[in-house]
């Protein structure tokens, strides 16, 4: 069985301009745009089949960005969701105020701010309750004033978002470059993450990295018939996407970067990377295998994270493997400069 694949697109400072859409009665006028962010910005490409299994009168499934279960019994409404909600307006991206945790970057322009954006993707409507591909998606995305949509209040809208929360999402990569939120050329650039629950904008400190402010790449949850899944990240694969560059692949231990220390105290094994130009030149490097990044981010570095992800499930402390391994890819695109002068220490832009 191959590796299962779902991209997340975690992308920073996207420019986003969504419009109100409209549930169609027949699929045909559908076709796949209820999964997208419904207007201009980056393409989010949709996430993978998910795996499933069977254990006792229990389901468990997961892809790249969720898990979930469900057990026999119970009813609910057959009606799909084109059927139930057929001609409603829906707007499945919501904004909102940077959470205190975000690192906000400069604004590129007095006439906007950065928000967070929550999307939903993947839906199925022609399922009962949207799908087990069905997801959510965060990003911090500069928006012009006046340029956030209006949430209809609907059945449609209340149930999407109920459903979309109500599965376990996995911790999504939000990069944290160290020392400098702006890498210099020449100077390590140590990779630290928060990992954030798209379902509620915060980190999420479970298992071993219970009480991180900053969250870890480890999700937990037991049903009510006592059916337990654990996701775990096995390791993270960072890539600046440059013909001259290659990625590196680190674990989740090796994310660390000590405050205060010099380069000599870190970690010797810590992720890390030390860029030998800057990102004026990302684009004329750019590999085939690139993510296409907005006009006013070009020169940066289009970096993608692949987390890989183990996830097991059972009752009690019999846990098996399910699947052999999904992953999640989140791209961001990371600015680095020069130094500005002999014996000078590097501007920090933002």
Same mark, same amino acid.
């Given at each position: 069985?191959?590796?299962?694949?779902?991209?997340?697109?975690?992308?920073?400072?996207?420019?986003?301009?969504?419009?109100?859409?409209?549930?169609?009665?027949?699929?045909?006028?559908?076709?796949?745009?209820?999964?997208? @962010?419904?207007?201009?910005?980056?393409?989010?490409?949709?996430?993978?089949?998910?795996?499933?299994?069977?254990?006792?009168?229990?389901?468990?499934?997961?892809?790249?960005?969720?898990?979930?279960?469900?057990?026999?019994?119970?009813?609910?409404?057959?009606?799909?969701?084109?059927?139930?909600?057929?001609?409603?307006?829906?707007?499945?991206?919501?904004?909102?105020?940077?959470?205190?945790?975000?690192?906000?970057?400069?604004?590129?322009?007095?006439?906007?701010?950065?928000?967070?954006?929550?999307?939903?993707?993947?839906?199925?409507?022609? @399922?009962?309750?949207?799908?087990?591909?069905?997801?959510?998606?965060?990003?911090?995305?500069?928006?012009?004033?006046?340029?956030?949509?209006?949430?209809?209040?609907?059945?449609?809208?209340?149930?999407?978002?109920?459903?979309?929360?109500?599965?376990?999402?996995?911790?999504?990569?939000?990069?944290?470059?160290?020392?400098?939120?702006?890498?210099?050329?020449?100077?390590?650039?140590?990779?630290?993450?928060?990992?954030?629950?798209?379902?509620?904008?915060?980190?999420?400190?479970?298992?071993?990295?219970?009480?991180?402010?900053?969250?870890?790449?480890?999700?937990?949850?037991?049903?009510?018939?006592?059916?337990?899944?654990?996701?775990?990240?096995?390791?993270?694969?960072?890539?600046?996407?440059?013909?001259?560059?290659?990625?590196?692949?680190?674990?989740?231990?090796?994310?660390?970067?000590?405050?205060?220390?010099?380069?000599?105290?870190?970690?010797?094994?810590?992720?890390?990377?030390?860029?030998?130009?800057?990102?004026?030149?990302?684009?004329?490097?750019?590999?085939?295998?690139?993510?296409?990044?907005?006009?006013?981010?070009?020169?940066?570095?289009?970096? @993608?994270?692949?987390?890989?992800?183990?996830?097991?499930?059972?009752?009690?402390?019999?846990?098996?493997?399910?699947?052999?391994?999904?992953?999640?890819?989140?791209?961001?695109?990371?600015?680095?400069?020069?130094?500005?002068?002999?014996?000078?220490?590097?501007?920090?832009?933002?």
């Amino acid at each position: 069985m191959s590796t299962l694949r779902a991209r997340a697109l975690v992308a920073t400072a996207f420019l986003a301009l969504l419009v109100a859409m409209v549930v169609p009665a027949a699929a045909d006028e559908f076709g796949g745009g209820g999964g997208g @962010t419904g207007g201009g910005g980056t393409n989010v490409p949709a996430s993978s089949p998910p795996q499933q299994e069977q254990i006792r009168d229990c389901t468990v499934y997961a892809n790249g960005t969720g898990m979930g279960s469900y057990c026999a019994g119970g009813s609910g409404n057959a009606k799909t969701l084109r059927e139930r909600f057929g001609g409603q307006d829906y707007v499945l991206c919501r904004y909102e105020a940077p959470p205190a945790w975000v690192d906000v970057p400069k604004s590129p322009s007095p006439d906007g701010a950065f928000m967070l954006k929550r999307c939903i993707e993947g839906i199925n409507w022609d @399922t009962v309750n949207g799908g087990r591909g069905m997801h959510l998606t965060i990003s911090l995305e500069w928006v012009p004033d006046g340029q956030v949509p209006p949430v209809p209040e609907s059945d449609l809208m209340d149930f999407l978002w109920n459903r979309a929360t109500s599965d376990t999402a996995l911790p999504q990569p939000f990069m944290r470059p160290q020392p400098s939120q702006v890498p210099v050329v020449g100077y390590p650039t140590y990779f630290t993450f928060s990992w954030i629950d798209p379902s509620t904008n915060d980190p999420i400190a479970e298992g071993p990295y219970a009480g991180d402010v900053r969250g870890g790449p480890y999700r937990e949850v037991t049903n009510g018939r006592g059916l337990r899944m654990v996701a775990e990240a096995t390791q993270i694969v960072i890539d600046p996407h440059q013909t001259d560059m290659k990625p590196i692949t680190c674990t989740p231990d090796q994310l660390v970067y000590e405050p205060g220390k010099s380069v000599a105290e870190q970690r010797p094994d810590a992720c890390k990377i030390t860029f030998t130009r800057s990102s004026a030149t990302a684009a004329a490097f750019a590999d085939g295998k690139a993510p296409a990044m907005p006009q006013v981010y070009l020169s940066a570095y289009p970096v @993608t994270v692949t987390v890989h992800w183990r996830i097991t499930y059972g009752f009690g402390g019999e846990m098996q493997e399910l699947g052999n391994g999904f992953e999640m890819t989140a791209t961001q695109p990371l600015p680095v400069q020069e130094v500005q002068a002999p014996n000078e220490p590097p501007i920090v832009l933002f």
